[in-house]
């Protein structure tokens, strides 16, 4: 065994200590993986639940607040240099472990099999039926496999241009991104699948509701907005009739809309009164809306969309700790942004560098001269040998800009 390595016993585990084994398995863990940092005492009450007798952890990326801390630091300084454990949650390694060209080809058959299940259910939905939640968990389970793999695949897929099945590609979105935030953060594997399947069927009520106010990007009249204001009512019918469904889904669902200044509805409710998880489903839910025109605006660009979450949070509206997780999440430069860089050539974002987010993976459309290539050119700027850099965002009220309408991304 390591030097930084250190095999303890259950009553030994402390808030701070980096876990890389236990000796229960994967299925019985309360959580994604076992390499983790220890959060909070609730981390180690859920472990002593799950029947963990003995665990293994490494000093090196532990970071222990108690007076036994000689031990630790001794092997700290014969052994690797010290790395915080908040950089280790679910998150660089276990997000990176497929390569995205790879993990986008599985996410785009995967989305497709999963467009065909919540058509299904949408069926359902206007024949008065109950929605069978068996269909929907292997959704949700496949949708954490491979946010695990890569999760830039279905973020990429989630900021595509949408022309059909709007509101199947707006709940997977969502679905998508709450559950990348929420294992960024360490969200455990039960509220994971509650926040999934309450993503999933969030926007459920409008099967029942005229569809061309979904996504009318235009300002909605009073009689409008008065139906719009129905559909999480009409989804908390629909999912009453079924009895899998719990009390924490349905709750997380009729939160969406809420904000944290009261402002929100259906019940207008403030701060805490606001589930945790469900702040990741508001977030989520008003990005994708907002990215895609699903309000009663236009579409905005990745970019000013996460400018409109932070403008809102400094109002206190949203909550501006999550939203600044969410930017940091999605990068300075968000999967799909048009950019313009130092050598006056133009492209797209296509792959996020969380570590250094001024140095993205692009793909070159544009030549410096406004010409279009025949074949894009792929670059990661931090391995650049000519030194490019972002030098900012493309300004689409130039004629100029995209004269061949090639950085509005329809498909991958």
Same mark, same amino acid.
């Given at each position: 065994?390591?030097s930084?390595?250190?095999?303890?016993?259950?009553?030994?585990?402390q808030?701070?200590?980096?876990?890389?084994?236990?000796?229960?398995?994967?299925?019985?863990?309360? +959580?994604?993986?076992?390499?983790?940092?220890?959060?909070?005492?609730?981390?180690?009450?859920? +472990?002593?639940?799950?029947?963990?007798?003995?665990?293994?952890?490494d &000093?090196?990326?532990?970071?222990? $607040?108690?007076?036994?801390?000689?031990?630790?630091?001794?092997?700290?300084? !014969?052994? @690797?240099?010290?790395?915080n454990?908040?950089?280790?949650?679910?998150?660089?390694?276990?997000?990176? !472990?497929?390569? $995205?060209?790879?993990?986008?080809?599985?996410?785009?058959? +995967?989305?497709?099999?999963?467009?065909?299940?919540?058509?299904?259910?949408?069926?359902?939905?206007k024949?008065?039926?109950?929605?069978?939640v068996?269909?929907?968990?292997?959704?949700?389970?496949?949708?954490?496999?491979?946010?695990?793999?890569?999760?830039?695949?279905?973020?990429?897929?989630?900021?595509?241009?949408?022309?059909?099945?709007?509101?199947?590609?707006?709940?997977?979105?969502?679905?998508?991104?709450?559950?990348?935030?929420?294992?960024?953060?360490?969200?455990?594997?039960e509220?994971?699948?509650?926040?999934?399947?309450?993503?999933?069927?969030?926007?459920?009520?409008?099967?029942? &509701?005229p569809?061309?106010?979904?996504?009318?990007?235009?300002?909605?009249?009073?009689?409008?907005?008065?139906?719009?204001?129905?559909?999480?009512?009409?989804?908390?019918?629909?999912?009453?009739?079924?009895?899998?469904?719990?009390?924490a889904?349905?709750?997380?669902?009729?939160?969406?809309?809420?904000?944290?200044?009261?402002?929100?509805?259906?019940?207008?409710?403030?701060?805490?009164?606001?589930?945790? &998880?469900?702040r990741?489903?508001?977030?989520?839910?008003?990005?994708?809306?907002?990215?895609?025109?699903?309000?009663?605006?236009?579409?905005?660009?990745?970019?000013?969309?996460?400018?409109? $979450?932070?403008? !809102?949070?400094? @109002?206190?509206?949203?909550?501006?700790?999550?939203? !600044?997780?969410?930017?940091?999440?999605?990068?300075?430069?968000?999967?799909?942004?048009?950019?313009?860089?130092?050598?006056?050539?133009?492209?797209?974002?296509?792959?996020?560098?969380?570590?250094?987010?001024?140095?993205?993976?692009?793909?070159?459309?544009y030549?410096?001269? /406004?010409?279009?290539?025949?074949?894009?050119?792929?670059?990661?700027?931090e391995?650049?040998?000519?030194?490019?850099?972002?030098?900012?965002?493309?300004?689409?009220?130039?004629?100029?800009?995209?004269?061949?309408?090639?950085?509005?991304? /329809?498909?991958?």
């Amino acid at each position: 065994m390591s030097s930084s390595l250190k095999e303890i016993s259950i009553n030994e585990l402390q808030v701070g200590m980096f876990i890389v084994k236990m000796d229960i398995s994967w299925i019985k863990s309360p +959580f994604l993986l076992h390499r983790r940092a220890i959060k909070s005492e609730n981390d180690i009450i859920l +472990f002593e639940k799950s029947g963990v007798k003995v665990l293994t952890i490494d &000093l090196d990326k532990s970071q222990i $607040l108690s007076e036994n801390k000689s031990e630790q630091e001794a092997a700290q300084s !014969e052994s @690797h240099e010290f790395q915080n454990p908040m950089t280790d949650k679910l998150k660089t390694d276990a997000l990176k !472990e497929v390569p $995205l060209n790879k993990e986008l080809n599985n996410a785009i058959q +995967f989305k497709e099999q999963a467009c065909e299940a919540f058509n299904e259910i949408n069926d359902l939905v206007k024949n008065n039926q109950p929605i069978p939640v068996r269909k929907l968990e292997p959704l949700i389970d496949e949708t954490i496999s491979s946010l695990l793999r890569n999760n830039q695949a279905l973020l990429t897929l989630m900021h595509l241009k949408r022309s059909e099945e709007k509101l199947f590609s707006h709940s997977f979105g969502v679905m998508s991104l709450a559950l990348t935030f929420a294992i960024n953060e360490g969200v455990n594997k039960e509220d994971l699948k509650t926040l999934g399947l309450a993503a999933l069927l969030h926007d459920i009520g409008w099967a029942q &509701l005229p569809l061309n106010l979904f996504g009318k990007a235009k300002k909605y009249t009073d009689n409008e907005f008065k139906v719009v204001r129905q559909h999480q009512k009409i989804a908390n019918i629909i999912v009453s009739k079924s009895d899998t469904i719990s009390s924490a889904v349905k709750q997380l669902m009729m939160q969406h809309h809420e904000r944290i200044d009261g402002s929100g509805y259906p019940d207008n409710l403030r701060d805490k009164q606001i589930d945790p &998880l469900a702040r990741i489903l508001i977030l989520s839910d008003y990005y994708d809306e907002s990215v895609h025109g699903l309000l009663d605006r236009p579409g905005l660009i990745p970019s000013e969309a996460l400018r409109l $979450l932070y403008k !809102e949070a400094v @109002h206190n509206k949203q909550d501006k700790e999550q939203v !600044e997780l969410l930017i940091k999440l999605l990068g300075i430069y968000p999967l799909t942004s048009a950019i313009e860089l130092t050598s006056g050539e133009k492209g797209l974002v296509v792959e996020v560098n969380r570590e250094k987010p001024f140095v993205p993976v692009v793909k070159i459309i544009y030549t410096a001269e /406004g010409n279009a290539l025949a074949n894009p050119l792929i670059i990661d700027l931090e391995k650049d040998d000519k030194n490019r850099q972002i030098k900012g965002l493309v300004d689409f009220l130039s004629n100029k800009a995209d004269p061949q309408n090639l950085l509005v991304v /329809g498909e991958v």
